[in-house]
């Protein structure tokens, strides 16, 4: 007997293998590699139970992973490269993807943990497997719901929740019932016709996790009940079920999911207006994200802090959180949370004044949504190239720009971004001296605002046409469209819009002669502009006092005012 089979026989017999077992007939290096993954799985099942309990056994269990994970991916490895060949295999390939779901949701990298739930899935319907073959089938709908592939993520919970049905599986059935309601909540171009749809699967899946007694699932959905009627608009009731399901994730110590509902809480907050309110729950969200090393929910969480400081005009303090969001969203492959957030970005710095940034961000964003072959990305991309080439005096370039997204408007059907367009479209006709042409354009863009009952965009083209009016000396017609813009934007919270309509109104009284009224709306304007660091404001509206000096020193020829396009988004 020749050196390797005997110790191959040693193994065998240490393993007290009879000698038809087909481990038997292995390598010697076959039988220590599947014995060491079969050890190295076992102890990421274990790690999963602990992460499973939330809390510090969690924290501890994601530490633990990261430790052994270099031993647990060649473990996964082995068994994915021979699960063609070796049954024993297939099982433990299906096995790492199933029996660690939970934690590598979190602490792998989409794009890998795909790769494990792929050669899953092979591995069960290679074995038979009809149950796990569901819930890998599930779990990948899962992945690609939270990188935003929703129509993936679509047929994949269908599929899932059609082979439970055949399965008989009430438990599964309930899982991908609640799931798919989530995925067609959070798609693009989700409609209050769909609400029904999306209610009767939550409230199926919610009613079979209170048969289970699965408590960590019954917050789950009712978390995403309440996701549903604030996307209806449903306030109260949204409000009750992230109440209800709050102390449940506590209970269940799920704190990846208590997070999950305090952020969806703020969401709400922030809707409602109560943006101090709404910042505590976002930081106590943000808070458990950084805890559990989520880094998804970390980059979402700061973005959305981001957008409350975008909103209160502070543009100073958006930046360095909408970095720190782009930075995790980056690290987690989430292409598109990064456009968002380029998006954001573009639109600070911009405003900030610092425009070679703001264009740097917003080509990043055009060739991730052309990569993506993602129009709606490139829309917003081109319109921030058209708001960046008319900030900087490049008018036939912001024409071209605004063109080319009111094709892409057009192809796609999207009625209120051809709006915004032609508003924006205006505002360069505008800065060129072409009044009738901007006014026609501001007019059809007021239409279509109202239309769609957008008060934000009825209020940012009220001011354009102020803007126009006050051109063709329609001053008391540019008064009344102001005030009515400044109403809206009150309402709105809009404190950058505010300050720029209060400026327009500046420039009717000026017109009229009425100085010290134009003084003090100006310099409203001015506190404004400079409390949110709106740079171009701050220009005009301290040249429209230093105007309004050299009038009231009576000098013989006062230089008619500087206006502001009022729909710099």
């Given at each position: 007997?020749?050196?390797?089979?005997?110790?191959?026989?040693?193994?065998v017999a240490n393993l007290n293998l009879s000698p038809d077992d087909p481990v038997a007939h292995r390598s010697y290096a076959e039988i220590v590699a599947s014995r060491r993954a079969a050890a190295y799985l076992n102890l990421l099942a274990a790690l999963n139970q602990r992460y499973r309990q939330g809390g510090a056994p969690a924290v501890e269990a994601l530490t633990d992973f990261a430790l052994e994970r270099p031993q647990i991916e060649h473990g996964q490895a082995w068994s994915a490269g021979a699960a063609e060949a070796d049954d024993a295999a297939a099982k433990l390939c299906e096995d790492y993807a199933d029996l660690g779901a939970d934690l590598l949701f979190l602490a792998m990298?989409?794009?890998?943990?795909?790769?494990?739930?792929?050669?899953?899935?092979?591995?069960?319907?290679?074995?038979?497997?009809?149950?796990?073959?569901?819930?890998?089938?599930?779990?990948?709908?899962?992945?690609?719901?939270?990188?935003?592939?929703?129509?993936?993520?679509?047929?994949?919970?269908?599929?899932?929740?059609?082979?439970?049905?055949?399965?008989?599986?009430?438990?599964?059935?309930?899982?991908?019932?609640?799931?798919?309601?989530?995925?067609?909540?959070?798609?693009?171009g989700f409609a209050s016709a769909q609400f029904d749809e999306v209610i009767a699967h939550l409230q199926a899946a919610l009613a079979i996790a209170e048969r289970e007694e699965d408590q960590r699932l019954v917050a789950t959905w009712l978390?995403?009940?309440?996701?549903?009627?604030?996307?209806?608009?449903?306030?109260?009731?949204?409000?009750?079920?992230f109440t209800r399901a709050l102390p449940l994730h506590s209970a269940a110590g799920d704190r990846r999911a208590e997070g999950q509902t305090l952020g969806n809480l703020a969401n709400l907050l922030a809707d409602n207006g109560a943006h101090q309110d709404a910042i505590k729950a976002y930081e106590?969200?943000?808070?458990?994200?950084?805890?559990?090393?989520?880094?998804?929910?970390?980059?979402?969480?700061?973005?959305?802090?981001?957008?409350?400081q975008t909103e209160l005009g502070d543009y100073a303090a958006a930046v360095p959180l909408r970095e720190q969001a782009l930075e995790c969203h980056v690290a987690v492959g989430d292409l598109q949370a990064q456009m968002q957030e380029m998006e954001g970005l573009s639109l600070a710095l911009r405003i900030l004044g610092d425009y070679e940034q703001s264009e740097a961000r917003c080509l990043q964003l055009l060739q991730i949504g052309e990569v993506l072959e993602d129009e709606r990305a490139q829309m917003i991309a081109w319109s921030e190239l058209g708001l960046m080439a008319r900030a900087t005096d490049r008018?036939?370039?912001?024409?071209?720009?605004?063109?080319?997204?009111?094709?892409?408007?057009?192809s796609l059907g999207d009625v209120h971004t051809r709006g915004i367009a032609l508003g924006h479209k205006g505002t360069v006709h505008y800065a060129l001296a072409e009044y009738d042409a901007a006014l026609d354009l501001h007019l059809q863009a007021l239409l279509i605002a109202r239309d769609e009952g957008d008060p934000a965009a009825e209020a940012m083209h009220l001011g354009n046409l102020a803007n126009?009016?006050?051109?063709?000396?329609?001053?008391?017609?540019?008064?009344?469209?102001?005030?009515?813009?400044?109403k809206l934007h009150q309402a709105l919270r809009h404190t950058r819009m505010v300050g720029a309509t209060l400026g327009i109104i500046g420039n009717s009284r000026f017109h009229l002669r009425q100085y010290n009224?134009?003084?003090?709306?100006?310099?409203?304007?001015?506190?404004?502009?400079?409390?949110?660091?709106?740079?171009?404001?701050?220009?005009?509206?301290?040249?429209?006092?230093?105007?309004?000096?050299?009038?009231?020193?009576?000098?013989?020829?006062?230089?008619?005012?500087?206006?502001?396009?009022?729909?710099?988004?």
């Open positions: 007997m020749n050196e390797s089979a005997s110790r191959r026989s040693v193994i990298e989409p794009h890998q943990f795909r790769g494990w739930l792929d050669s899953a899935l092979a591995a069960a319907r290679r074995l038979g497997l009809r149950k796990a073959e569901c819930t890998h089938l599930g779990n990948l709908g899962i992945l690609y719901k939270n990188t935003g592939r929703f129509a993936e993520a679509k047929v994949c919970f269908e599929e899932a929740l059609a082979l439970a049905g055949e399965l008989n599986d009430t438990a599964l059935a309930g899982i991908w019932r609640g799931n798919l309601a989530g995925v067609l909540m959070e798609a693009p978390n995403n009940l309440g996701l549903a009627h604030a996307f209806a608009n449903r306030r109260e009731q949204a409000l009750d079920y106590a969200a943000l808070e458990i994200a950084r805890t559990m090393k989520d880094r998804r929910s970390e980059g979402k969480w700061l973005g959305n802090l981001a957008a409350i008018l036939s370039e912001a024409l071209q720009c605004f063109d080319f997204v009111l094709r892409l408007a057009s126009v009016l006050n051109a063709l000396e329609r001053y008391h017609d540019a008064i009344a469209c102001a005030l009515h813009a400044l009224k134009a003084a003090a709306h100006y310099r409203r304007a001015l506190r404004i502009a400079a409390h949110i660091g709106d740079s171009a404001n701050m220009r005009n509206w301290s040249n429209n006092l230093a105007k309004l000096d050299a009038v009231l020193g009576h000098c013989t020829a006062a230089t008619p005012p500087s206006s502001t396009g009022s729909s710099a988004g």
